[in-house]
């Protein structure tokens, strides 16, 4: 049964089409053994934007109905209480996009979350590989530089990551 579904083909062709940049630009991550970066925004509680690399595998598999329970309810849940940070074992460790990621050798994640504006949050989703669990040293030892990488990605995509230009985002529609 499908409880939410948000089809936007403009929205998932826009992300898509911007995979290759943004394998380019969380290159520099790569010398701390974080091997995966994706990027979210959440307008108003019920549009987003995902930035992901393996979004289109997900999307085959599961269609949307996944959307608002399993990746926008999550991260705003987190932003709404005023969390900064949150390990991916800890704060959606039953997440099904999290265990099919396990699949595609993704684990072991920390995601930042801020809010911009008003009704806009972002997150920043950073992982490594499913043999890497020596990686939460990392990420606590270098949040600094995770916050730094998450400015300059914002500085370097921030046309693509533009909410305003009319559809990059998915709406969300209850049934």
Known sequence: MIIFETKNKIADEFAHSHIPKLKEIS??????GITYFSYSKLV???????????????????????????????????????????????????????????????NHGISLF???????????????????????????????ILNIFSDYFVNKMSDIIDHQIPGKLIQIESP
């Open 27 to 32: 290159k520099p991550l790569k010398p701390f």
């Open 44 to 106: 108003d509680k019920d549009k987003f934007m995902v930035l992901c690399p393996h979004m289109a595998k997900i999307r085959e598999k599961f269609g949307y109905s996944l959307d608002r329970e399993h990746i926008v309810q999550p991260q705003l849940g987190q932003i709404q209480q005023h969390k900064e940070i949150a390990l991916w074992q800890i704060f959606v460790p039953e997440n099904p996009i999290v265990k099919e990621f396990r699949d595609f050798n993704i």
């Open 114 to 144: 801020r809010k911009r504006e008003g009704n806009i949050y972002e997150s920043f989703h950073f992982a490594t590989t499913n043999d890497n669990e020596q990686i939460l040293d990392v990420y606590f030892n270098n949040l600094s």
